[in-house]
């Protein structure tokens, strides 16, 4: 069951802040957050494992709602390089890796100077 | 410690040739995934390895695909009589298995069949 990601895109201008969601129909073991510039690999950013816990990384971080299945992705003061699609792979389950990340549509997230 | 690598970068071939991708995990990693991604889409898991054994397929891993891992170390993946619907970025990432493990990617190997 594939994630679903909102918005699907954002405008930001440097230094404002955003949030990307990631919600599951399905009960989620751990959320992972990826980060894609065009044309490279995704690059992890943050994995949240089920039990509502919070992370952090820089001004990157990122909560899991285990009630609601749901991951939120906050970006704060954001710049120019954090531009790029942010993927939520998801593992549902008791984890292990069997069956990989099944990966949202993404959010495409633009910061403007 | 190197990162994932994927050989080739790119590979264009015509509509019936067979093409094959090798992946090198980072040296430590035990586990080794393959994802393909189409324009405008995430990644969509195809199989993965646990050392050289292969535990899952994908409903989207066709008979024409096939995936090695000989040694638990690199792996290829081959394509044969490729058809233009399998033109994407073929991913490969690694891990070490742990619960709740993180996948590293590699750069991908970008696929069109004309």
């Known amino acids: 069951q594939q994630p679903v990601q909102s918005p699907q895109a954002v405008i930001l201008r440097e230094g404002e802040d955003a949030v990307i969601n990631c919600s599951s129909s399905?009960?989620?073991?751990?959320v992972h957050w990826y980060r894609q510039k065009h044309g490279e690999a995704p690059v992890f950013l943050m994995i949240l494992l089920k039990g509502g816990e919070q992370k952090g990384h820089e001004k990157i971080s990122a909560s899991f709602n285990e009630k609601k299945q749901q991951s939120s992705l906050y970006l704060t003061a954001s710049q120019l390089s954090y531009s790029g699609t942010y993927f939520c792979g998801t593992e549902m389950g008791s984890g292990g890796g069997a069956d990989g990340l099944t990966f949202g549509k993404g959010t495409h997230l633009i910061i403007q100077p | 410690d190197t990162g994932v690598s994927q050989n080739p970068r790119h590979k264009i071939t015509k509509r019936g040739q067979n093409v094959t991708f090798r992946c090198d995990p980072i040296s430590e990693h035990n586990r080794l995934y393959w994802y393909r991604q189409t324009l405008g889409q995430g990644p969509e898991f195809l199989t993965y390895f646990q050392n050289e054994a292969q535990l899952e397929k994908s409903r989207l891993l066709s008979d024409r695909f096939s995936a090695e891992r000989p040694k638990g170390s690199f792996s290829t993946l081959e394509i044969q009589r490729t058809e233009q619907g399998d033109s994407a970025m073929y991913l490969c990432?690694?891990?070490?298995?742990?619960?709740?493990?993180?996948?590293?990617f590699g750069p991908g190997t970008r696929l069109l069949v004309l």
């Open positions: 990432a690694s891990s070490l298995y742990k619960q709740g493990e993180t996948q590293y």
């Open positions: 399905k009960a989620l073991y751990s």
